[in-house]
């Protein structure tokens, strides 16, 4: 059985990348989103070990002191982290596995897992993220300029990321991720690993 890939998914908050990853998790089989570690407390309808592992600060301390964590981070008062162990579980059983993190997390990733394979999701324009972030209605012009400004920053980092798909249709997009996976599943090194028998047989 061959390993499989993990691969980093980063995009600016509104820019679809959530909505994408579940219709690509719906429609191709042998990919699973890695589930992080958080301190915070979980919310109405989440399950533990399903949206997240929920731990205690020290149980998040000694993991990272342990060097477990693939990436981690606080984001207003708790913390969030990637095992590394259970990444490379999934990734031994011949699963690819998909962090969606930002361009920081990803930094820290690629250092540790070099092999990687990166993808950065855009809008079509400003003003179509802009009427995204409106859109959720929820909002006031502040809290949206203030979205604005760092999501800007975000996209900065685009051009650290092996591949870029932009969201203007969705069907398009969601067709242009299910391919980066499809091509990276049809490189020499996977497919010899997963057609060893088969291409020994061919060369006899």
Do not use: C
């Amino acid at each position: 059985m061959s390993k499989g890939t993990l691969y980093i998914v980063s995009a600016a908050s509104g820019t679809g990348k959530t909505s994408l990853l579940k219709a690509l998790l719906e429609q191709t089989n042998g990919i699973s989103l890695s589930v992080s570690h958080t301190t915070r407390d979980a919310r109405v309808g989440e399950e533990n070990g399903v949206h997240y592992h929920f731990v205690g600060k020290n149980t998040f301390h000694n993991l990272i002191e342990d060097g477990d964590f693939l990436e981690h981070a606080e984001v207003f008062g708790n913390f969030y982290g990637t095992s590394q162990s259970a990444v490379e579980r999934q990734l031994n059983q011949g699963e690819d596995v998909i962090l969606e993190i930002d361009w920081q997390g990803a930094e820290q990733v690629r250092k540790l897992m070099p092999n990687a394979v990166s993808i950065f999701i855009l809008p079509p324009s400003r003003d179509a993220l802009l009427s995204r972030l409106q859109g959720r209605g929820q909002d006031s012009d502040e809290i949206i300029q203030g979205r604005m400004n760092e999501a800007v920053s975000e996209m900065s980092h685009y051009n650290e990321f092996d591949y870029i798909i932009i969201n203007d249709v969705f069907d398009t997009a969601l067709d242009e991720l299910k391919a980066v996976f499809a091509a990276n599943r049809l490189t020499t090194a996977r497919q010899s690993d997963e057609h060893s028998a088969m291409i020994g047989q061919l060369l006899q």
